[in-house]
């Protein structure tokens, strides 16, 4: 399903750093074929991360504070759900990404699934430059930057981080969720889409 003005289309080039087409995406914050992805280089790389762009994900910025207190953002796929009970959830980091030392120093983080007119937030957290420049944000409750008009919100304690080849999974575990009525963006093939409606009556948030 797909609102006016929100019709599928590609991903810009200079997402990230070279530019990314879902099917060669530089290493960041994902090991698959998508905003901030990462992997292997060569033919058997890109043929990976094309077969792994067929899953369709969401598009997400996960941001913080580093150790001198400077915020640090940058664009995921690699996002996803662990537990309810306790609530959990990880993301991918590459060990490449110039926000390692941000986030694995960081003692909460916040995850912003973005909205579906919110393409220009994944190019600027997957790109050069300084990321926060001329953005406005507002304090978590960790003062972690909050990104406000995003389909939902995670706040996260780091709960853990695992080595994983290339890349590092970070646990956070939950303390603060919200969610808002806007279509997600989502992720597959090298194009971003506009995800369905949220259902009526389905609310979130604490």
């Not at 914050?29 to 033919?43: E, H, L, Q």
């Not at 910025?61 to 664009?75: D, Q």
């Not at 939950?174 to 971003?192: Q, S």
């Amino acid at each position: 399903m797909t609102a006016p003005g929100d019709a599928p289309g590609p991903a810009p080039k200079g997402a990230g750093p070279g530019g990314w087409d879902g099917a060669a995406a530089p290493a960041d914050g994902g090991p698959g074929g998508g905003p901030g992805g990462g992997g292997p280089d060569g033919d058997a790389g890109r043929a990976l991360r094309a077969v792994l762009g067929r899953y369709a994900t969401g598009v997400a910025v996960v941001t913080c504070r580093g150790a001198g207190g400077e915020p640090a953002g940058m664009t995921v796929n690699s996002f996803t759900s662990v537990s309810l009970d306790p609530p959990l959830i990880l993301w991918c980091l590459a060990r490449s990404s110039r926000g390692l030392p941000a986030f694995t120093a960081a003692e909460h983080f916040a995850v912003h699934v973005l909205a579906a007119d919110q393409r220009d937030l994944a190019a600027r957290f997957s790109g050069p430059g300084d990321r926060f420049a001329g953005l406005a944000t507002v304090p978590g409750p960790h003062e972690e930057p909050l990104l406000p008009g995003a389909a939902a919100t995670l706040c996260c304690r780091n709960a853990g981080i695992v080595p994983a080849g290339d890349h590092l999974l970070l646990l956070g575990a939950v303390e603060h969720h919200a969610r808002t009525a806007r279509r997600a963006l989502l992720f597959a093939d090298g194009a971003y889409h506009a995800g369905p409606a949220p259902v009526p009556g389905r609310r979130g948030g604490r």
